[in-house]
């Protein structure tokens, strides 16, 4: 397009625009804007942005996180990942940061309906990939066509046990 703003570049603002018009402004650039992967399966990345803009928007006006069957269809993924290195490899470098907010979106899917376990091994994916990314100086992107959902939920890699522990000011909190 021309030299207009993305919709991206307007921030949430929860007092000044209702969460309908904010979710209808970022849906459609999520939908209809640049993917920055390569998408295969078919379709799958794209419903992963879609719901990580659908995430951020909710999280943003203290709106439930999604939970419907498109979650299911990501948490069926991710589990596929945890138990195919293959698949994971392949889904890694297909979309990198579109796999770190699948997990995101699908651990509590898994950890629910699978378990910890399952959802402790997705993490610890996850884990890798921000570790990989940081270490090769692509973390946090300067920009990205993605809502970034990693760090959003920093709390759950520690309480999955699956990075080192938080020391509060050197107490055992």
């Avoid at 990345?45 to 006006?61: D, P």
Wanted: hydrophobic share 40%; charged share 20%; net charge negative.
């Amino acid at each position: 397009g021309g030299g207009g703003a993305s919709p991206l570049d307007g921030p949430l603002s929860v007092l000044e625009e209702p969460m309908g018009d904010a979710m209808a402004r970022l849906d459609t650039h999520a939908h209809d804007g640049p993917l920055a992967c390569e998408e295969t399966p078919d379709g799958f990345w794209r419903l992963v942005k879609v719901m990580s803009t659908f995430a951020n928007v909710s999280r943003s006006y203290g709106a439930p996180a999604p939970s419907d069957e498109r979650v299911a269809i990501l948490a069926k993924s991710v589990r596929a990942w945890v138990e195919s290195d293959s698949a994971w490899r392949a889904s890694k470098a297909a979309c990198p940061v579109g796999a770190m907010n699948a997990i995101v979106l699908a651990a509590p899917r898994l950890d629910r309906d699978v378990g910890e376990a399952t959802a402790r091994a997705a993490y610890v994916l996850h884990q890798q990939v921000l570790e990989e990314l940081t270490t090769a100086g692509k973390w946090p992107p300067a920009f990205s066509e993605w809502p970034l959902l990693s760090g959003v939920q920093e709390h759950s890699p520690r309480l999955l046990g699956v990075t080192g522990r938080h020391s509060c000011h050197g107490t055992p909190l």
